[in-house]
């Protein structure tokens, strides 16, 4: 056995592409690798900008020999009646590489036919490296790609050197015009010449020597280290994402933290800008306090060692002085002009290509605000911030700050706003128009804040389904899937019993109407099962029960808003004896209602004969009113406890009261009340979709 190591050494790769491809890079490898039936210890694969490293430790020298089985023709063409070998026959043995008395006669689902084993060597594993390797490099595959001298080969960035070794031996292939060789190279600022590494074991000692790391989780560990460190000596922290810090250890090979400072003059403009400045045109992680305020300093990363460290921080410093004046003239120049005014110059700006200007989506986002907040019943005062945070919304696409930092949209409008009057509810809801941005971010704080985003997410919703922008597969080019994560998220946060959504959507149709045309009832009812699905895969995501989903979603869409709070409490009490009663108490009741035709509701008190159906059309009116006002509540604790309370009248009812009595009568009085019963548990959840174990009984 011996170890084999691959390096594709590239120019800079994009670090936000890299992890996944180091992770692409062993899938791949290990699915290849059973195609040849090479045993091995364990794969390794490693990333920097420069070079992708794949590593297999204890791999076999040879593949191993394999027999094969090869059909032939059917006997009855193969062999004559007196047992005579035929023509096929022989042509057979020959195409096989066998003897003719090694073909064996087989019988079929379809007849006897010629069989043959043939014993297959295997090959070397050199051998089958010189075609593996450039097909592992091939099938890698990146969001944008390129090619460069050869226009049929395209990868991530330009190919400079290939280093393929088994054991202590090259093997020798060409790819992208590039031949193999036995070399790599060390940090490229550092190290341009090329240095010979004679095994893979080797490799991993030259280019630590040589200052890189190949491992992410190595140089991630060093970078938050060190940024810590760096922080605490101002009494700070450093601030970053997950995502952005990926970002920043994927830009370097040998990363080395350190601190620089901003000029006061210089960090005199919002917070939101100076950050974006740091991280975004920078690569450092800004510096707070305690309290989250910005503190006149920031962490850079160098790709190299500490030598010379005092020269790079004082590069930082003047690049970051000349960043901040341009952050600061954009915020200044931005000051000037009203928002209203720039209201007006959208009509400049597309939205999407079919659904005209961002003018236009502003007079939608308006006329949806008043129809919602009569819906809702906001008071007059709130009906005013949410048009006029509407109205205001896109404003500052028009801005100089957001042209140079697209992220910062709406946070800049909230600022601008303030500085030009406006109440802070319309200040906070402009801010907050574009949250929450991902499944699990932070959702708008503020009632009128929450009520513009999920607006302006059911108009871009309803405008994309409108124009047949579909989402199928893993293509969702237009965000739809996020942005239907956001609007179940949006309703969930709402403190309300009930949202009128359905309405809400179809408004919105209305708005688009005029202008297209639409399949209103068709549209509606897509967007409806699409936002149901929305809510399946976030509930999915919190482990929530499948059948448990399944039974709170069946409910109105409008009850999007307690969906998690309903599906939180049966989850609860799924162990619950009570609760498996009532499940299969409504399953009997559904089995029994699907068999008939029943359309009434209405109970004949005069037609009850029995003290069991009496005691549960008691039992019923009782509880409702309950129910009810639990519902208005939300105090679905109390309402499960109040549905347990009827399994003991729902067990005596079945065991004493025959449903389907012969007088017509009777029967259609009784099934109307197992009507009024099934819409009495609907109230909370189908029960009936939730599964529990067949030997517990009602």
């Known amino acids: 056995m011996k170890d084999y190591l691959l390096e594709t050494y590239v120019e800079e790769i994009p670090a ?22 090479l045993h091995y210890e364990d794969i390794f694969t490693f990333g920097t900008p420069r070079r992708l490293t794949l590593y297999i430790k204890n791999l076999d020298e040879n593949e191993p ?10 006997t009855s063409i193969a062999i004559g009646k007196n047992g005579e070998q035929l023509m096929p026959f022989k042509k057979f043995a020959l195409s096989a590489g066998v003897h003719e008395k090694d073909i064996q006669v087989k019988k079929t689902s379809k007849g006897q036919y010629l069989f043959a084993r043939k014993l297959i060597k295997g090959r070397k594993t050199e051998d089958i490296l010189k075609i593996f390797s450039p097909w592992i490099i091939k099938s890698l595959k990146f969001p944008k790609t390129m090619h460069w001298d050869n226009k049929n080969i395209k990868f991530v960035r330009p190919i400079r050197s290939l280093l393929s070794l088994f054991g202590e031996d090259l093997i020798k292939f060409t790819y992208a015009g590039v031949e193999t060789e036995n070399s790599t190279y060390g940090l490229r600022i550092n190290q341009l010449n090329k240095i010979k590494v004679k095994t893979p074991a080797d490799y991993f000692k030259i280019l630590k020597e040589n ?7 190595e140089r991630k560990n060093n970078v938050e280290k060190n940024a810590h460190a760096l922080a605490k000596k101002i009494n ?6 997950s995502d952005f810090l990926e970002e920043v250890v994927n830009l370097t090979e040998y990363p080395t933290p350190f601190l620089a400072t901003i000029g006061k003059e210089e960090f005199s403009i919002p917070q939101c800008i100076s950050i974006r400045v740091i991280e975004d045109h920078m690569k450092s992680f800004p510096c707070t306090d305690k309290n989250g305020k910005l503190l006149p300093y920031f962490i850079g990363v160098r790709n190299g060692c500490s030598d010379f460290i005092e020269i790079v921080k004082e590069g930082y410093e003047k690049v970051i002085k000349a960043r901040m004046l ?15 005014t720039l209201v007006s110059k959208l009509s400049g700006v597309i939205f999407l290509k079919e659904l005209g200007t961002m003018k236009d989506k502003i007079d939608r986002l308006t006329a949806l605000s008043d129809y919602i907040s009569s ?7 709130q009906k005013k911030a949410l048009k006029q945070s509407a109205y205001l919304s896109k404003a500052d696409l028009l801005t100089n700050v957001v042209r140079e930092f697209p992220d910062l949209q709406g946070e800049i409008g909230g600022i601008y706003a303030q500085l030009q009057g406006e109440e802070p509810e319309v200040c906070e809801a402009i801010k907050e128009q574009y949250l929450p ?10 009632l009128i804040g929450t009520y513009l985003s999920l607006v302006d997410k059911i108009d ?52 688009y109407k005029p202008k297209k045309e639409i399949e209103s009832e068709k549209t509606l009812k897509d967007i409806i099962i699409f936002l149901r699905e929305r809510s399946e895969g976030i509930l999915k995501e919190k482990n929530i029960r499948y059948d448990i989903i399944n039974a709170v979603t069946a409910l109105s869409p409008d009850l999007t808003t307690t969906y998690q709070k309903r599906a939180d409490i049966l989850m609860n009490h799924i162990n619950d004896e009570e609760l498996a009663s009532i499940v299969l108490a409504n399953k009997r009741v559904n089995n029994i209602l699907l068999s008939t035709d029943i359309s009434s509701k209405t109970i004949d008190k005069k037609l009850l004969f029995e003290k069991e159906e009496e005691g549960l059309f008691d039992a019923i009116q009782n509880t409702r009113t309950k129910i009810e006002s639990g519902l208005k509540q939300m105090n679905y604790e109390e309402i499960i406890k109040l549905l347990y309370s009827l399994s003991p009248v729902i067990s005596k009812f079945f065991d004493k009261v025959l449903v389907m009595d012969n007088d017509e009568k009777i029967r259609k009085n009784r099934l109307a009340m197992l009507m009024n019963l099934k819409e009495l548990f609907l109230q909370f959840a189908d029960f009936s979709a939730i599964v529990v174990e067949k030997d517990k009984s009602v």
């Open 375 to 381: 819906k809702i019943g906001l008071n007059d005062s």
């Open 437 to 446: 941005r991902f499944t699990d971010d932070e959702l708008p704080k503020t």
């Open 16 to 37: 936000r592409c890299l992890n996944k491809a180091v992770k692409d890079l062993k899938t791949i490898a290990e699915t290849e690798l059973t195609k040849y039936k």
């Open 326 to 340: 341009d952050g600061k003239f954009f915020f200044e120049e931005g000051k000037k002009i009203p928002l209203q």
């Open 65 to 74: 020999d394999a027999e094969e089985e090869i059909k032939g023709p059917p």
């Open 211 to 217: 200052y890189v790391i190949l491992s992410f989780d």
């Open 460 to 511: 871009t919703l309803t405008g994309s389904f409108a124009i047949g922008i579909a989402v199928s597969g893993s293509k969702d080019p237009y965000g739809l899937r996020r942005i239907g994560n956001s609007i179940v998220q949006l309703l969930a946060s709402i403190d309300m019993e009930s949202f009128p959504i359905k309405e809400l959507v179809q408004a919105s149709i209305d708005l």
């Open 236 to 241: 700070g922290t450093p601030l970053y994402s």
